[in-house]
């Protein structure tokens, strides 16, 4: 299954923004006459894979529209040309042609896409279910994003498996496109749950090794009382002064250890594991003292009350188990790609066949 569409001038740059605004906002900061941009869209099952080329442009996603959006899952850039430079949180990376960077979509970002001399930038972006890269779920800084870099093992492999992807869709092979997609996400799975392969995002690398150490204590006891300074202190053999120095660029660990909890509470909420009337609880198991406590801080980072977050995350699955699987309708239309992201689930954990038509 496969849709697109093309862009143009100013009127396209609206129409283009119009699209995307359920998810980002888009500028420019070049004539809005000379936009262009081109998408083509695959379904393929357990995966969905965007095509895009474009002139220069700059993607924000807030924390609004990322609790109204209430999705859950990876995106995995594959940088053709140009050059991306993108922020999440307080860490930014320069994305440079034949890198791959995965990014997680529960997380404010700001993505500013440059393209080259003469040319257009060009990215393919497959979007997966969180579940079906639980490896990188369970890294300490909670996925705000990994790079690949240019010649490394995973990046070169994970390429061949893309061109596999292609040249399925090239041969109009619905079957193998999906089978090449559930390869890619498997590959990349396991050797992101190999001990010691993931690479950190950019720090001063002579703390690397004892930022990433605090870092996965705390993601470990996140939910625990016995998580506190004291114990991050001794288990770094560190002073206070020393400790907020390391973990500086997350604004010290007290905002670190919060911002991680509201991060997991948000997870619970779009992914309905949390019912109805246990926001209480909610609020207790991730270590706040009230309800109207978590409420406040809840609001102020994603820009909407936890219940109604909830309630977005709960309709968009009910509306998924009202239409079913994606289908093409009459006259070719195939409905909207975001909505295909709302269905994905790894393969595993389906019940039943589910097909799809290029």
Known sequence: ????????????????????AETCVISVRDDPRSFHAQCRVYHLGSAVLADLRSTSMRYRRSARQVACGAYDHYQIVFNVSGWIHYRAGRRSVLVRPDDIIILDSARESDAEVRVPDRGSAHALTLFVARTALAPLRREADGGHFLLLRRGEALTRSTHVHLRRILQAIEAGSAAQAQAAAQSLITVLARSLGRRGHLPSAPRRATHRPLIDSLERLIERRLDSPALSLKLLCSHCGCSRATLYRLLGAEGGPIR???????QRAFQELISGSVSPGRILGLALRHRFASEATFNRAFRRTFGLPPGEVRAIAMRSRSAVRVAGPP???AGGEAGR????????????????????AR
Request: proline letters at 6%.
């Open 1 to 20: 299954m496969a849709t697109g569409a093309i862009y143009e001038g100013a009127a396209g740059l609206r129409a283009y923004r119009k699209m995307s």
């Open 256 to 262: 670190y250890i919060r911002q991680r909890r509201m």
């Open 337 to 356: 790609p975001i909505d295909w992201i709302r269905t994905l689930m790894p393969v595993s954990a389906r019940k039943g066949p589910r097909s799809a």
């Open 327 to 329: 289908v093409v309708r």
